[in-house]
T-cell receptor, first 114, second 110 residues
């Protein structure tokens, strides 16, 4: 029912693995976002893409690498993650990057680093 | 001081009660305001935008007080299904930036 689809829903990986999170939106939006949500903490914005171009990188470590091939798809490539990277990773989209536009979220990927 | 602050709760109220919580923001240049709800282990979902004149959607009423820099959410005739975390979101057009609060946990008991 959600217009923003994330896969996988759950991911368990070792610190030396490489994996990717995928997000797809079917809402015709032009802006897409990656957020991290750790327990008892507010949502932390990681990256923003507007019309496929990265417009914000919120001082995210290089072990997280985003990719936006088009306005409908967003990936987050992961490698050499740390245990503290275990969290819920949420993708969102909005019509534009204008802060007046509400964001629509995917179900999230729950990531556990062993 | 945090840019967006919310009382974390939990607010524990009986079904049918009216409950209200506030969210304060520090930047007077803030221009857009939203309330989202987030159920346990689920994604945030837009509940309502908050307009300058205040707005109502069924049992939910949102208000904006620019002078005191806070927004509020009032829930009347609360239902068990209203149990969730309510996130306050504040946007700054000049920076195309939005900030999420940490959320207020609401628990409705039978």
């Amino acid at each position: 029912e959600t217009g923003v689809t994330q896969t996988p829903r759950h991911l368990v990986m070792g610190m030396t693995n490489k994996k990717s999170l995928k997000c797809e939106q079917h809402l015709g939006h032009n802006a897409m976002y990656w957020y991290k949500q750790s327990a008892k903490k507010p949502l932390e914005l990681m990256f923003v893409y507007n019309f496929k171009e990265q417009t914000e990188n919120n001082s995210v470590p290089s072990r997280f690498s985003p990719e936006c091939p088009n306005s409908s798809h967003l990936f987050l490539h992961l490698h050499t993650l740390q245990p503290e990277d275990s969290a819920l990773y949420l993708c969102a989209s909005s019509k534009g990057q204008d802060s007046n536009q509400p964001q629509h979220f995917g179900d999230g990927t729950r990531l556990s680093i062993l | 001081r945090k840019e967006v602050e919310q009382d974390p709760g939990p607010f524990n109220v009986p079904e049918g009660a009216t409950v209200a919580f506030n969210c304060t923001y520090s930047n007077s240049a803030s221009q857009s305001f939203f309330w989202y709800r987030q159920d346990c282990r689920k994604e945030p979902k837009l509940l309502m935008s908050v307009y300058s004149s205040g707005n109502e959607d069924g049992r939910f009423t949102a208000q904006l007080n620019r002078a005191s820099q806070y927004i509020s959410l009032l829930i009347r005739d609360s239902k068990l299904s209203d149990s969730a975390t309510y996130l306050c979101v504040v946007g700054y057009s000049s920076a195309s930036k939005i900030i999420f609060g940490s959320g207020t946990r609401l628990s409705i008991r039978p």
